[in-house]
């Protein structure tokens, strides 16, 4: 049984409030646990998909939600289940005659025919939609909880009070469902993620960490984030008691969470630096598609999210290119240079990091990433995709208040009651996940996976 806690961070959970969750503090007690590595970018999309294909972004093809479509400025695509051409786990498990029950897993919308069921994620459209397999499972979901709830209405809101409402509803319909189909199905392998952890550390952050710049002590907040992960404490709890004493349990998050400290408005950083050139100035802010972009005289433009992409207009690559293919890397290290000396609005230096995807990626989808990846701050600050800024710098997301950004940790526990192995381990990457899995139930390991067995 595999239980994903979508960005749940290794301080909160191994050290900050394990006291105070039990059944965690079992699992990690009594089995092998420590940080993992997530995937470069350390995003829901693709890390999920890392974990369970073993297959590195290079190799996949999808680098977050939204992808260049081509090499056109404005042609995009949401990676969904049809993106994933690799064997995933329920693919092979399925193969071998295991059965398998998936919940909450991203992008498994569409859902896929499985020897067992599946019930999508949040980025289903909603529940209007075929989010199960077999789709007679819809009614039978509804029956037991009523709306299933795929995710909050929207995370980045100043309604917190609603917000974590929606959070609590959301956790206790997924798990009751889990535990549903735990008691009432054949199953070999089960494998559900709870996206809660994510919405409420985007959402309560500031109330909860004295060190984040909107932190005001004493607010009815200060202990929502530990609160809710008591509550979920005590939902895996039941789980447990469901697999029974002889299951072994995977406790694994896809990245983990910190505290935001600002945002780059990296398009209207590249106009200061010249390597983006529009025809007019904007009036007031407006989506990079709204203005009016000189191409043939731009070198390079960005898009936002938790972390920065950029996208170098190559001379026979885009329509109106700039770059010549031969001066390519050398863009690529001028304008990365440009970006390690940004500093924060005081002048201090936040250490941003650049990636060039040459070096970190491989496989046949490379040429699909960005030109450039960018963790500004080390992350702790993200990348806002709209231009007409008065700075570089602005403290509220162009999509609505937001607390926390992703980091590179992730947790892992193996619990294996049929083992005495315990302890901390290191060097453990979610691209280990697949192959350990295999390995727990006898399956062969697919000679192309990339992750190695979590001994």
């Avoid at 000396?341 to 990091?353: L, P, V």
Wanted: hydrophobic letters at 35%.
């Amino acid at each position: 049984m595999v239980i994903g806690l979508d960005s749940a961070p290794p301080k909160l959970v191994f050290e900050d409030y394990l006291v105070s969750l039990p059944h965690i503090r079992r699992l990690v007690e009594g089995g092998l646990y420590g940080e993992i590595e997530s995937t470069i970018p350390p995003i829901t999309i693709p890390a999920w998909t890392s974990f369970v294909t073993s297959k590195s972004p290079g190799v996949l093809g999808f680098f977050g939600f939204r992808n260049r479509k081509d090499y056109s400025y404005d042609e995009i695509f949401i990676a969904n289940s049809r993106s994933i051409k690799e064997d995933t786990l329920w693919d092979i498990l399925s193969r071998e005659g295991k059965k398998v029950g998936i919940i909450g897993v991203p992008q498994t919308y569409p859902p896929k025919p499985v020897n067992g069921f599946m019930i999508t994620s949040f980025l289903t459209p909603d529940t209007e939609s075929e989010y199960t397999y077999p789709p007679e499972l819809k009614g039978e979901i509804e029956g037991l909880v009523g709306r299933y709830v795929l995710d909050v209405e929207d995370f980045r809101t100043e309604d917190k009070e609603n917000l974590l409402h929606q959070i609590y509803d959301m956790t206790e319909k997924r798990f009751k469902v889990a535990g549903h189909f735990l008691k009432e199905t054949e199953w070999d392998f089960f494998m559900m993620v709870e996206m809660g952890p994510d919405r409420i550390q985007h959402g309560f952050w500031k109330f909860t960490d004295p060190a984040h710049k909107k932190y005001s002590p004493g607010s009815k907040y200060e202990n929502s984030i530990r609160d809710y992960y008591v509550f979920l404490d005590e939902k895996i709890g039941e789980l447990l008691a469901l697999a029974g004493d002889d299951s072994v349990v995977i406790l694994v998050s896809d990245h983990g969470a910190k505290k935001m400290d600002g945002c780059i408005n990296i398009n209207d950083w590249l106009v200061s630096e010249g390597y983006l050139v529009l025809r007019s100035k904007p009036q007031g802010l407006m989506r990079l598609e709204e203005a009016e972009v000189d191409w043939e005289r731009t070198t390079a433009w960005g898009w936002g999210g938790y972390y920065g992409r950029i996208f170098l207009n190559v001379k026979g690559r885009e329509k109106e290119g700039l770059v010549e293919p031969d001066n390519y890397e050398a863009t690529q290290d001028e304008i990365a240079g440009r970006i390690r000396a940004i500093r924060d609005e005081a002048g201090r230096q936040i250490k941003s990091r650049v990636f060039k995807p040459q070096e970190v990626y491989h496989g046949r989808y490379v040429h699909r990433a960005p030109d450039l990846i960018v963790y500004f701050g080390d992350l702790h600050w993200r990348s806002t995709g709209e231009i007409g800024h008065a700075s570089i710098h602005s403290f509220e997301t162009e999509i609505g208040p937001d607390d926390a950004v992703h980091d590179e940790k992730g947790i892992f526990v193996l619990y294996d009651p049929r083992k005495n192995k315990k302890g901390r381990v290191d060097g453990l990457h979610l691209l280990d996940g697949a192959p350990t899995i295999l390995s727990l139930m006898g399956i062969p390991i697919l000679e192309d996976m990339e992750g190695k067995v979590i001994e």
